[in-house]
């Protein structure tokens, strides 16, 4: 029962750490003090657990946990972690604690589903299974925040050729103007950037620990970087003020087709992604 209490907990870690990183991706990028404060409060909750595991396990083995590999890196990711809360209270490094906090989340994931942690415990074959399951949560939660940009880059289009054809009606009333639906598509996709990268991480890991061997030229994981970079060039022009409006909203839609031919058939030519 400790083991796996144990294992849930880091777990949990695991995906809080994964929280916020897309809270800290939405605050670097927009500057929002409300995404600050959630990502703040949602890491400094992963550090006093990283804290409590770290100082149980020197008071269990009598000695500072840095002999081994294993010990190392969750030591390694537990500074990354209280550097990139000391860098965010008493500096405000926001550009540095965000990329600080993507390695330590990276290092946290090693740790929490390395092979010599899946074969010393009596939970092992769960741990893989959970991360399997953890990995394809943030997938599908990743294409369904591309999938409302989509929602909303279509119903810029369409606002965009009523307006300019002067063809609105009271029916259309309700319908939000072209600033929110660009900002729903900057959001959407700025999440599922976030989701995304978090997927192809956990993803990674679960191979390592379960494929006796496999590819990264598989081409489902190929088309997943694919869509990790084409949705962040989108963003970053977006930002730099060289893609907006309708230019804007296509890109969105070509995106979106392009996710489409990924989920599906990339899913069917795979070695190890058997999605029909």
């Keep these: 029962m400790a083991d796996i209490t144990m294992a849930r907990l880091h777990e949990a870690m695991v995906v809080l750490y994964a929280v916020s990183l ?4 939405f605050d670097y ?27 149980l396990y020197i008071v269990e083995t009598q000695r500072f946990p840095i002999l081994t590999l294993f010990e190392g890196i969750y030591f390694y990711a537990w500074l990354l972690v209280t550097l990139s809360l000391v860098l965010r209270i008493f500096y405000r490094f926001d550009f540095a604690v965000f990329f600080i906090n993507i390695i330590g989340f990276i ?18 074959e769960a741990l893989v299974s959970e991360l399997l399951l953890i990995h394809i ?6 294409y369904a925040a591309f999938s409302l940009s989509f929602v909303f880059s279509a119903l810029h289009v369409l606002l965009y050729r009523l307006l300019k ?42 191979a390592v620990i379960s ?35 309708m230019n804007y909203a296509m890109m969105h839609i070509y995106a979106f087709l392009l ?5 599906f ?12």
């Excluded at 897309?22 to 991706?25: K, M, W």
């Excluded at 010599?116 to 009596?122: C, F, G, L, T, W």
Aim: aromatic share 16%; proline share 2%; charged share 15%.
């Design 22 to 25: 897309v809270f800290y991706f």
């Design 265 to 276: 058939l990339g899913s069917r030519l795979s070695e190890f992604h058997f999605w029909y």
């Design 259 to 263: 996710l489409l031919v990924n989920f």
């Design 165 to 206: 054809k002067k063809k609105w009606t009271k029916q259309l009333s309700n319908m939000p103007s072209l600033g929110q639906t660009e900002l729903g598509m900057t959001i959407s996709i700025l999440v599922g950037i976030s989701l995304l990268f978090v997927s192809l991480v956990l993803g990674f890991q679960w």
């Design 29 to 55: 990028l927009y500057k929002e003090k409300r995404a600050s404060h959630i990502a703040m409060a949602l890491l400094g909750f992963v550090w006093i657990l990283q804290t409590v595991f770290l100082v």
């Design 107 to 124: 290092f946290m994931t090693i740790h929490t589903f390395a092979p010599v942690q899946i074969e010393r415990s009596p939970v092992g």
């Design 137 to 142: 949560t943030f997938a599908i939660l990743s």
């Design 211 to 245: 494929l006796d061997e496999f590819s990264l030229l598989d081409l489902k994981i190929v088309g997943s970087f694919v869509l990790l970079v084409v949705y962040s060039v989108i963003l970053y022009l977006h930002r730099k003020g060289s893609l907006n409006g």
